[in-house]
């Protein structure tokens, strides 16, 4: 049994090369990091959100603005703050004296990627705001339901650092988010090059994303959001996905496991992942190699393991050799 | 010295007894051996501290060095009041410049380091021997309660740690930041930026350490003096005929028992008693014999009962021989306790947790040895691979497959052609891929565990730098894309395809070591 495609191979073929363009383009700007650009893009594909996490000056906002040109598509930023209100996020309606009537004003959140800079130093209210619209890809403003061009992507980064007067966010909303990317230094080799390429004939150091061609537009983001939709998982490999989550449930190290919507994020990115390695099918070696982004987030470690000082990525890849690929 | 003015009872005690007496005698006195400690030493400590001031640890040494000249003071006191004679503090002041000086030299240099001065101190002190009668003397007295005397004085170096430390957690609990943090640089003496006065408050604090606990420390061991003479003098065997003497004095008709009495327990006297005031009169020779013999007959003394019971051969024979020696020591004048009695002496204590600790060191060395063992097997390069090969025997099935050799038929490629004919397509591809699985883990060694996914396989097969040829390892690629279309995106491959898959599989993998 399997959850068969409906594209012809030829159409993921296209789908495919397409995605390695995307990734080449992307890498022109950002040097290295390349699991975390084909993470981003994986979530990009598979229509998902994604929590970066990594100290400052590592690239993301250069990230984010290279992936929008990638496809010509928009971009806006909010820095979160303490007082951050939710009608600076998706907008508010405003009296117009000329024409006397209530006019609409659009917030940040109306764009094709959006970058919540620091998303845990706003307070909960406004966090909730814009899980909302991650959620329900629309924003109501006055009792009106406004709907956001697609595709929209929201990358939300938090720092690991500086704790103190942050809201840590809630783990049902850490839910909403396919992917948590961790970001880390690049190495010496990689840094050397990056220095060079940003101080190189430019004025300062504002982020220069003018080598990158634009790819395809978003029209044809929405195509192929659709394409990596279709693609044929086997049931063994959604049993293997959910064999994963689920046994996250009863892993002596994790107080709270994940819930169903880990094992939906697993074949969703497995998918992104299997077009992005060039594939038309998902694989377990797919699942397998998003498995620690997907559920980093979605689980609770046990006290004891934290004050170990253990990490759920070294609980989660100790939970993955343990768990029987699947064969015939 | 007179026994019967003793102002403690006097009996044979436990040593932990004895030492509890000589802290009891600490307490009754306190003020007198307090007071004239502080007069000794205070200005002692101080000259010290002065004269070193910018040596503290020095002063610390040498003051600690000179102890055992303190300790006279106390033991003056103490060894007169437990005799009736509670001195006066103007006396025992006095007394001060005689007790110092007597053999000042060698308590401070071959002795220094006694590890039962408290007990020894009594023997010059009092005692007054000097040379060969003063070494016989100690090991006479030290043959039973040496042990004891050991205990205490560690039990004392333990106390004077447990208060030193106290005080310091008092002055961190309680000080402001800038004299904790002073004292903190003073502890580690080569401090660049120690404060003058920190050393000598450290030194202050030691000082009291020794107030308190060097006073419990001579008073335990001259506690511990005195009972082991009351055991080898008998004395309280002495005071109770001292007290029967004086009651026969005054009534007569009484006499001759105890007289009698008398006479027959001297001769289990062990050592000579000072002097004995009461005489036997009024009985010859023969009556005094029929008397004892009378005495002899009655239940008390002359009751004899059989008992009849079983006995292990063996045991009568280590018994007989435990006699032997218990004999032999009886022969020997010097040694005289009971084993019940050293069974509860410190020296039994001492043995058995030493003989504890030693089996705790053994085990932990032993455990040392067999974690060095297994670290070096799981992480040395040879280590790892050996574990390889050790890993090679577990796996008869992995995935959920049988992968030993058994398994398999002799001819993998013809078999899996033989299935691909009968239409069963995805069996076939499967019996290929667990062939080579099945040889890569037991021919080659190759540690497979059940989560690796295709793709592990290939990064490990890889990563093994195994006996495989590059050829092999292309197959294997080959194998694994075509197993991964067929199972995972349900395209089958060509006939052809299968068929070179099946022929080249014997040349790549076909022999099983």
Redesign the interface.
């Known amino acids: 049994m399997?959850i068969a495609s409906g594209v012809s191979s030829e159409h993921i073929h296209a789908a495919s090369q397409t995605v390695v363009k995307l990734r080449d383009e992307i890498s022109k700007a950002v040097v290295g990091q390349s699991s975390v650009i084909d993470q981003v893009i994986i979530a990009l594909l598979a229509s998902g959100h994604v929590l970066i996490e990594g100290v400052p000056g590592l690239g993301k906002t250069l990230l984010v603005r290279a992936m929008a040109k990638t496809f010509n598509g928009t971009f806006s930023r909010i820095q979160f703050t303490p007082d951050l209100m939710p009608s600076d996020v998706t907008g508010h309606a405003m009296y117009d004296l000329k024409s006397e009537s209530f006019k609409i004003r659009k917030g940040p959140v109306f764009t094709n990627l959006l970058l919540a800079d620091e998303i845990n130093r706003a307070p909960a209210k406004t966090q909730a705001a814009l899980l909302e619209v991650m959620q329900e890809q629309q924003v109501t403003i006055e009792g009106k339901p406004l709907k956001l061009d697609p595709p929209f992507m929201t990358l939300a980064t938090q720092n690991p650092i500086e704790q103190e007067g942050t809201y840590p966010l809630p783990e049902a909303q850490l839910d909403r988010f396919l992917l948590k990317i961790m970001i880390d230094y690049p190495d010496t080799n990689e840094e050397y090059q990056l220095v060079h390429n940003v101080t190189s004939n430019s004025i300062g150091d504002a982020i220069n994303v003018d080598d990158i061609q634009p790819v395809v537009n978003a029209e044809h983001i929405i195509n192929l959001q659709k394409v990596t939709a279709e693609l044929?998982v086997?049931s063994?490999?959604s049993e293997y996905a959910v064999n994963i989550v689920r046994q996250t449930r009863n892993w002596p190290g994790i107080s709270i496991g994940a819930g169903p919507r880990g094992g939906i994020a697993l074949l969703r990115a497995g998918r992104a992942a299997a077009l992005l390695h060039g594939?038309?099918?998902?694989?377990?070696?797919d699942i397998?190699s998003i498995a620690i982004a997907g559920l980093r987030h979605r689980i609770v470690l046990s006290p004891e393991m934290e004050i170990e000082g253990q990490t759920p990525d070294t609980i989660l890849q100790n939970l993955?050799?343990?768990?029987?690929?699947?064969?015939? | 010295m007179q026994i019967d003015k003793m102002s403690a009872r006097v009996r044979p005690r436990k040593p932990m007894e004895a030492i509890d007496l000589g802290f009891m005698m600490v307490q009754q006195w306190w003020k007198k051996i307090a007071l004239s400690w502080l007069i000794l030493t205070l200005p002692i400590f101080i000259i010290i501290n002065v004269i070193l001031i910018d040596h503290e640890v020095w002063a610390a040494i040498l003051f600690w060095w000179l102890k055992p000249l303190y300790d006279r003071v106390p033991l003056h006191i103490i060894s007169r009041a437990l005799f009736g004679n509670v001195e006066s503090l103007k006396n025992i002041l006095k007394a001060i410049p005689g007790l110092i000086f007597p053999h000042m030299i060698k308590m401070l240099t071959i002795l220094r380091l006694d590890p039962t001065r408290s007990f020894n101190l009594p023997v010059w002190q009092l005692e007054k021997l000097t040379g060969g009668a003063r070494a016989q003397r100690s090991n006479v007295l030290k043959k039973l309660s040496g042990g004891s005397a050991f205990g205490l004085t560690f039990l004392c170096i333990l106390m004077e740690l447990i208060f030193f430390f106290s005080i310091l957690g008092l002055v961190y609990m309680f000080a402001p930041e800038y004299y904790t943090d002073a004292v903190s640089t003073a502890l580690w003496p080569g401090e660049a930026n120690n404060v003058w006065w920190a050393g000598m408050l450290i030194n202050f604090f030691i000082y009291i350490t020794y107030f308190i606990v060097e006073p419990f420390y001579v008073a335990g061991g001259f506690a511990l003096y005195i009972n082991r003479r009351t055991q080898l003098e008998g004395w309280d065997i002495e005071i109770a005929f001292r007290q029967l003497a004086q009651r026969i004095r005054k009534p007569k008709s009484y006499s001759s028992v105890a007289a009698v009495l008398l006479a027959c327990t001297i001769g289990f006297i062990f050592s000579p008693i000072e002097k004995v005031n009461a005489e036997p009169e009024g009985l010859s020779n023969a009556e005094a014999k029929q008397a004892i013999k009378e005495i002899m007959e009655k239940d008390e003394f002359g009751k004899e009962k059989t008992v009849v019971r079983w006995r292990s051969k063996d045991k009568d024979k280590k018994k007989e021989e435990k006699k032997d020696e218990k004999e032999e020591k009886k022969a020997d004048p010097k040694v005289k306790k009971s084993d019940k009695e050293s069974s509860t002496d410190f020296g039994w204590l001492s043995l058995g947790l030493g003989s504890i600790g030693e089996v705790i060191l053994w085990v932990a060395a032993f455990a040392l040895i067999v974690l060095a063992i297994i670290f070096y097997l799981r992480w040395s390069p040879a280590g790892i691979q050996k574990s390889q090969k050790i890993n090679k025997k577990i796996p008869k099935s992995?995935?959920?497959?049988e992968i030993t050799p058994e398994s398999l038929p002799d001819d993998v490629g013809q078999a899996a052609m033989d299935l691909w004919n009968k239409n069963d397509p995805?069996?076939a591809l499967?019996l290929l891929?667990?062939g080579v699985l099945t040889t890569l883990v037991h021919r080659d060694g190759i540690n497979l565990?059940?989560?690796?996914?295709?793709?592990?396989c290939i990064r490990i097969v890889i990563n093994h730098g195994s006996k495989l040829n590059a050829d092999s390892v292309a197959y294997f690629r080959q194998l694994t894309t075509t197993w991964?279309?067929a199972?995972?995106?349900?395209r089958l491959p060509d006939t052809g395809v299968m068929k070179d898959l099946s022929q080249r599989w014997v040349q790549h993998f076909g022999a099983q070591s």
């Open positions: 399997s044929t086997d063994r490999v594939n038309d099918f998902v694989t377990p070696d397998k993955l050799d343990s768990v029987d690929a699947p064969r015939i | 992995l995935f959920g497959l995805l069996v499967s891929y667990r565990r059940g989560s690796a996914t295709e793709g592990d991964q279309l199972a995972y995106a349900h």
